[in-house]
């Protein structure tokens, strides 16, 4: 029976069709499917108990599904991307991410052409398994604070790994403490008693004939982490050299080399790709961004429109809470910033692709903008998805606190993305500096990509809305003018907070949280902009541009209502026209109401990757709940074993006291 017919009959637009827009293209959208149901139909990917296991038995079931997917892949002969899905889809970190996110691009990356066909082949195989080891006890954010060094020694042509300090451990890297045999490690480079700068090097770890450390290695796990089940199926680690010798060709030397005689050769490749890595896998984060988002809406929309409290007259049903204005105002703009993420991370991708074959033929004038806009949108849309499971949880009322509401595990395994890959206040002030930098050269230099609005910035400074009507909110030039007025104007007036300090330094620090809120309305524009901008494409299908025309100005009609403050203060909007906003808002959500199951069935999730009761596709949540509840391992028995010893004692005592 599905409990949610009714709702899906409401919608106006071709479902079918809005899942070939959700997934970019009809290719994409099959081979995703076909991964979602190999995976749900298979029971080694069973995941309803994880939150009940032990670490040691949770890491064993790790392990043994990511054997069995790799025997998939072999034997099925997936392809890259099918890979991705199917990983995906088997809903569960694991040290093969780290190895197949990290460690492979990293050596792509930054590795020589020789470097590349010795140890590609390998990895590829995963004859090897290998991590990303950057990150230490004492530093993360400040990767050229990193302590552990790679002295060279030239009498045997030989580094020496070596930690010299306890805050030089290396510390979270995934896939470390128990699993990888290699890691690309970031040290100090140290040739003939001289710094020169962080690079990663390959080292090994573990033998590959029983996996034990090799000598001068100590490895292990750095303990349990937030949550039960979630991100615990990952061992992340702890690693000390001392005075490891790994041979000169184990340095990663894109960009520089050293030689054999201890000289250092700069290729002309700027240093900042040492930290190419980071770009590649912030712009995967911003894609993950939107499918964790996407799968707590979807939970949250079905269980809404489940869900009955009040308003029943004459005996009829109680109203559905999905009708209440405020559950509509808290849901649909998530549900819209759900497709924005989509939409912007598929531009963020194509932006990626293309500096990367640059970056390959060594043009590197991209590089720049490609780590303001992937460092931003990181920090943007994992800040706001962390943000919106949790209030996809409280939507859910109290069962969304229930592990089976799918919620709990969802938010334990998501909010470590607004930390790791740069926590993302780090990331933003990022973004100030390039942002600043881009304003104090407007002199000279033409600002273009996503800051080719600076440009136009004497017009925007002066110019005010011309909206009249909330209906005139409803143009997508009087949006975008509003988001560009509002980010022009802020950096500007920041840039010239900032020429009032002498030191430009000083200036940074004391003015950081003006420049964090700069850079987030740098960001919002991107993905308004990248919004409206998909919208211009040919999107096939009946009613499916119309929905998500409405989406997208849900998403900047509650953006600009929520940040009102920044575009009354910089003038751009009267009081008047930012209420005309949020009357449209209201509008719009009411436009969203009969579409919104049909919407989040569009992200075409199976009940298997969803993992919720409450959000099923038929709507049986009662009966499921219910049955569930019965499953617990507390519930095995009538008396629970520990009452006889611990607790009857103490009801003896009462009833001898009674009677006293
Ligand atoms: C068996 C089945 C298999 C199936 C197959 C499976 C397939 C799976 C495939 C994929 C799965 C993917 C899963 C991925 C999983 C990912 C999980 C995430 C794990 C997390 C990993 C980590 O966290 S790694 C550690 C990350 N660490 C950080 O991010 C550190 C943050 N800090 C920094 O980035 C930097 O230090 C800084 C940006 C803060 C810079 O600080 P500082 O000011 O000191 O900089 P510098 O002086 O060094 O340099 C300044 C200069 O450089 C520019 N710049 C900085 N960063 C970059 C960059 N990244 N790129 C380019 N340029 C950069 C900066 O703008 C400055 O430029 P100027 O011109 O000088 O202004
Ligand atoms: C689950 C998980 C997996 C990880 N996996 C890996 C991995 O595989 N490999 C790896 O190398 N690392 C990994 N990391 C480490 C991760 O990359 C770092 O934790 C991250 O980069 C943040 O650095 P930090 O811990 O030093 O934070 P800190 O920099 O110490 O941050 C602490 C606080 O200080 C603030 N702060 C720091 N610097 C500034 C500044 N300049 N201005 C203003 N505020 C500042 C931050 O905003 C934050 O609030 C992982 C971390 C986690 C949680």
Known sequence: MDYLSDERKKSDFDVEAMKVAWAGSIQEFQLSDRMAKLVANDPVFEKFTRPMLGRKELLKNTLRKSAHAWKLIIDLRLSEEEAKWLRLYVDEPAYTDLHWGMFIPAIEGQGTEEQKKKWLPLAKKMQIIGCYAQTELGHGSNVQGLETTA???????EFIMHSPTLTSSKWWPGGLGKLSTHAVVYARLIVGGQFHGVHGFIVQLRSLEDHSPLPGITVGDIGLKFGNGAYNTMDNGVLRFDHVRIPRNQMLMRVSQVTKEGKIMQSDVPRQLIYGTMVYVRQTIV????????????????????????????????????????????????????????FVSEWLKSLYLDVKQRLEANEFS?????????????SLTTTATADGIEECRKLCGGHGYLVSSGLPELFAVYIPACTYEGDNVVLMLQVARFLVKTVSELGHKKPVGTTAYMGRVASLMQKNSAVQTAEGWLNPGAVVEAFESRAARMA????????????????????????????????????????????????????????????????????????????????????????????QLR??????????????????YTDHYLGSILGRYDGNVYPKLYEAAWEDPLNDSDVIDGFHQYVQPILKQRLHSAKL
């Open 587 to 604: 509008t719009l959500y009411s436009k969203v109401r009969p579409n919104a199951i049909a919407l989040v069935d569009s992200f075409s």
């Open 151 to 157: 002295t060279f020694d030239t009498r045997t042509d």
């Open 492 to 583: 500007v007036r920041c840039a010239q907070e900032l020429a009032k300090f002498g030191n430009p330094e000083e200036g940074f620090a004391e003015l950081a949280v003006d420049l964090v809120e700069v850079a987030v309305s740098h960001c919002q524009l991107i993905v308004v902009t990248k919004f409206f901008e998909k919208l211009q494409q040919d999107i096939p299908g009946k009613g499916v541009k119309e929905s998500l025309e409405v989406l997208c100005y849900v998403y900047a009609l509650f953006l600009l209502h929520k940040h009102q403050g920044d575009f009354l203060a910089t003038g751009y909007l009267t009081p008047k026209q930012a209420s005309l906003a949020n009357a």
């Open 366 to 378: 991209t590089l720049p903008e490609a780590h303001a806009c992937t460092a931003g949108l990181k």
């Open 287 to 342: 894609a993950d961004a939107s499918k964790a988002l996407s799968r707590a809406v979807c939970i949250a929309t079905r269980y809404s429109a489940v869900r009955r409290q009040f308003g029943s007259r004459d005996g009829g049903p109680e109203t559905q809470v999905i009708d209440y204005k405020t559950q509509q105002s808290r849901l649909f703009p998530l549900l819209a910033s759900a497709y924005a993420f989509r």
